[in-house]
């Protein structure tokens, strides 16, 4: 059993001892000391909910609303719904925060609670650390009986957001109902299921072929939407009747494409198709985090607007999108953040504003594809054990490589002309992650071999 507690929220295996895997125990636990969190920052006390269609959902949400309650908190539960419709019924609403009740990507033996702040934004490091403080304390105290919170429930979220999208400037429906285009959805049997189909139908697609989108939560794959796991739409585009594809994550808010052909347009060139649109439409800046693809950089410099790249996560995104005034960023898992929207990862905005490229584009969703550069990512680790000074090594990569161009905001990023390798060290086991880029696939993995095979030396001549 698992269980992991970090900055963000709280995820694990379902079952096992407390404090081993994700029990109703630590459920309770980390849901009370999120509420009283928030109870040191403003007397709002409402908090909204909302769930991914994984079966253990259903308990998890029930344990989670009755703490809120206990603590004092008005909750506003959105049932099935999804992280980005989640994030804007915080704001909409007026809440003091908000919790997502979803494990994403991660297997249907997984759930999570992800923390959201007053603006419907994952909260920061420093806010993590004092709710996990908290959690550990058990400093608070729950409410008396006439104190008690309110429960109710909310089913028009996912509308409102549909809603919200289609009236976005840049979403062009004439455009896209011109088209005619026949789409197939692969919902992994979760919530963008309820969301996705709507969705389309109202951007005027003229046919929709639903895979997989019944909300129970029995994953049909694998839920992360890599090319290794979709091959069902892939053989299903194949056929030639269908234009493209969409498969979404359990939560929906990533978005990866396929082309009419059943090949992947690539999770990384989701968020270069759609700033590639937004920068046509007005200049400014894009942001993505330092181990999304350089495609972006190049797209953002053509269309005249400058690229800036954040620590990995999505909180981190945020930040330094507000920093540089970003209109549009991510990051290359199929991530888009429209600020015109909301600040948070959100597949309805990235499916509307792509259709609207590829409509406008007038060709293939394969040909678009085509226009933009092309690069490889080799993901690699070297698994190292635990008397090894993961820091030590990182500073010796850093040393070994100084005339290169180095970004060291999240472990060490050494760029080479235009490929570059980016070495992260996990915060639960030591590995080091290494992801690089360049050209082509080989080239790609001869740089991740390449810096491998440095760590091996540094780590020989420390011992020696």
């Excluded at 994030?87 to 923390?115: D, R």
């Excluded at 979404?248 to 009419?260: K, S």
């Excluded at 400014?284 to 005249?304: F, H, Y």
Aim: include cysteine; aromatic fraction near 6%; hydrophobic fraction near 35%.
């Amino acid at each position: 059993m698992t269980l992991i507690k970090s900055i963000s929220g709280i995820r694990g295996t379902i079952g096992g001892r407390t404090g081993d895997g994700l029990t109703p125990v630590d459920i309770v636990k980390f849901s009370s000391a999120y509420a009283a969190w928030l109870r040191t920052k403003s007397d709002n006390n409402k908090v909204v909910i909302g769930r991914d269609a994984r079966p253990t959902g259903e308990m998890v949400s029930k344990l989670v609303s009755a703490t809120l309650q206990g603590m004092g908190m008005h909750v506003v539960d959105l049932g099935l719904s999804t992280t980005p419709t989640v994030e804007i019924a915080v704001v909409l609403e007026k809440a003091a925060g908000g919790i997502i009740l979803t494990a994403s990507h991660n297997p249907i033996q997984w759930n999570a609670l992800k923390l959201l702040n007053d603006k419907g934004e994952f909260i920061s490091g420093e806010d993590g650390q004092a709710i996990l403080d908290l959690a550990e304390s058990s400093n608070y105290d729950f409410s008396e009986v006439k104190k008690i919170g309110k429960y109710t429930t909310q089913d028009h979220y996912i509308q409102k957001h549909i809603d919200m999208v289609i009236d976005l400037p840049l979403v062009d429906v004439a455009a896209i109902r011109e088209r005619k285009f026949k789409v197939v959805v692969d919902a992994v049997n979760s919530t963008g299921g309820i969301a996705i189909p709507k969705l389309l139908k109202s951007l005027g697609v003229a046919e929709v072929r639903e895979l997989y989108c019944y909300p129970d939560g029995n994953f049909p794959h694998n839920p992360e939407p890599l090319p290794e796991n979709i091959t069902h739409i892939s053989n299903e585009l194949a056929n030639g009747q269908y234009d493209l594809g969409f498969v979404l994550d359990p939560d929906v808010d990533r978005l990866a494409i396929v082309n009419e052909d059943g090949t992947p347009f690539g999770e990384e060139y989701t968020l270069v198709a759609v700033a590639d649109y937004i920068l046509s439409q007005q200049k400014g800046n894009t942001v993505s985090n330092l181990s999304s693809t350089r495609a972006l950089r190049d797209v953002t410099e053509k269309r005249g607007g400058t690229y800036e790249a954040s620590a990995v996560g999505e909180v981190n995104v945020v930040t330094k999108m507000k920093e540089t005034d970003a209109i549009i960023g991510g990051e290359g898992n199929g991530g888009i953040i429209y600020p015109e929207l909301h600040y948070g990862r959100d597949a309805l905005v990235g499916i509307a504003l792509f259709l609207t490229h590829l409509a406008k584009f007038g060709k293939s969703c394969s040909q678009l594809r085509a226009t933009f550069p092309s690069y490889h990512i080799s993901k690699n680790k070297i698994e190292l054990t635990p008397e090894i000074d993961v820091d030590g090594i990182l500073e010796a990569i850093q040393e070994r490589y100084k005339n290169q161009p180095i970004n060291t905001i999240d472990g060490v990023k050494v760029e080479f002309d235009k490929e570059w390798v980016h070495l992260r060290k996990s915060n639960t086991e030591p590995i080091i992650r290494i992801y690089s880029e360049s050209d082509s696939e080989s080239k790609a993995e001869h740089l991740a071999q390449k810096m491998i095979s440095d760590i091996k030396e540094i780590i020989a001549y420390k011992e020696n």
